[in-house]
């Protein structure tokens, strides 16, 4: 319900947001997501401020990425006090992305930085450009 | 009552974003007997990045993305890949001399606390 009014509530504020995380059938939340592709690999760059390195999962299968986990909302003051507004999503989160070339899975890399969370997958040889040698009869 | 409301002068704000040069950060704002707390989720800015200012009843935040982005050409997006800002007014028992500022993974966490005339008291009651 608290989700509702906050999109209600962006939709008002922000109308240039509209690239928020989509919801799917997922109960839960989707990270905001960009990819990058050069001739040697493919970054993927997940917004997930808040977190907690450890709980973050990336797994590949074929050539679907995923990415889930969970943010936990902290305990402390905040939770006896008032709550004058909450637009931050806590709880689980997954998104799953398909990669457009084959990756090779033993190369991939992860780092978390700044609430961002980078994935680093290396093309596979035989997704890699290749140059062919003309020959002259 | 609410001592931290968005800064209803919109026009400044509205056009900025519509440049598309910042967006509006989610944020989550509570209270407790001794302090306002405000989390606002900027992902990609670290400390250096920010800028924080208070100007008569007007908190300002501003964070600043680093330019580095991942090497190769950006095929797919989804984040606004702009500046944040966002603006609030301060109710007057706030004592904005005393703001506490935390960034960690993103997330900005501000500490505003009530000015000691608006704690709640407990009166002595005599005799």
Redesign the interface.
């Known amino acids: 319900m608290s989700r509702i009014r906050n999109q209600i509530n962006q939709l008002f504020e922000d109308p240039f947001s509209l690239t928020a995380p989509p919801t799917g059938f997922f109960e839960g939340w989707s990270p905001t997501v960009d990819i990058y592709e050069d001739k040697d690999k493919i970054t993927v760059t997940a917004e997930l401020p808040g977190m907690k390195k450890e709980n973050i999962d990336v797994s590949l299968h074929g050539n679907a990425l995923t990415v889930s986990g969970e943010r936990k909302e902290e305990e402390e003051e905040h939770r006896e006090g008032e709550n004058y507004r909450s637009e931050r999503y806590f709880g689980r989160f997954q998104r799953t992305i398909t990669l457009p070339t084959p990756v090779d899975p033993n190369k991939i890399q992860a780092s978390y930085r700044d609430g961002v969370l980078t994935i680093t997958c290396p093309k596979s040889d035989e997704a890699k450009p290749k140059q062919i040698q003309v020959k002259t009869s | 009552m ?1 001592a ?1 409301a ?1 800064n209803q002068n919109q026009t400044a704000r509205t056009r900025a ?2 440049d ?1 040069r910042y ?2 950060p ?8 001794n ?1 306002y ?1 405000v ?1 606002l ?6 400390k250096s990045g920010l800028e924080i200012t208070v100007e008569a009843n007007e908190l300002t935040i501003i964070g600043r993305r ?1 330019t580095e ?13 702009a500046d944040y800002r966002r603006s609030f007014e301060l109710g007057p028992d706030i004592d904005t001399s005393k703001i506490e500022a935390e960034m ?4 900005l966490k501000l500490r505003l606390p009530k000015s000691e005339k608006a704690k709640p008291r407990k009166v002595q009651i005599s005799g």
Request: aromatic share 2%; hydrophobic share 35%; proline share 7%.
């Open positions: 609410n931290i968005e974003q519509a598309g967006v509006a989610p944020a989550n704002i509570s209270a407790t007997d302090a707390l989390e989720e900027m992902p990609g800015v670290d680093k982005t991942p090497q190769g050409e950006l095929c797919y997006c989804e984040s606004a890949l960690d993974q993103g997330v």
